[in-house]
């Protein structure tokens, strides 16, 4: 499967935006899908995770309450609407699938990623 992150942008403290990650060349409905984002200088971390059939969703504890992961299996794609954004959320926000048939704790490390789509630049300045 192919990824391709879209959505990022330049959004100022306290508003809103929606990432969206399309596949492409797989079975999208049999992958525990996630965002992780990297900030400069700091090491990729997790965000948010959502099991191949939508119906589990997990989060780091710093953006629950204000992101939501979502997915339309029909569509090919994932989603992270973000909200009440912080000057810490800038970062480079990435979409990741897991191994297929996976469950959810598989995408919520770094090194168990099987796809990385590219990266989508999210800014929210003080």
């Known amino acids: 499967v192919q990824l391709q992150a879209s959505g990022g942008g330049l959004v100022q403290a306290g508003g809103s935006l929606r990432l969206s990650c399309a596949a492409s060349?797989?079975?999208?409905?049999?992958?525990?899908m996630g965002w992780f984002r990297q900030a400069p200088g700091k090491e990729r971390e997790f965000v948010a995770a959502?099991?191949?059939?939508?119906?589990?969703?997990y989060y780091t504890d710093s953006v629950k309450g204000r992101f939501t992961i979502s997915r339309d299996n029909a569509k090919n794609t994932v989603y992270l609407q973000m909200s009440s954004l912080k000057p810490e959320d800038t970062a480079v926000y990435y979409c990741?699938?897991?191994?297929?048939?996976?469950?959810?704790?598989?995408?919520?490390?770094?090194?168990?990623?099987?796809?990385w789509g590219q990266g989508t630049q999210v800014t929210s300045p003080a």
């Open positions: 990741a699938a897991g191994p297929t048939d996976a469950p959810i704790r598989a995408v919520f490390d770094v090194g168990s990623i099987e796809v």
């Open positions: 959502i099991s191949w059939t939508g119906g589990s969703t």
């Open positions: 060349g797989g079975t999208f409905s049999s992958y525990p």
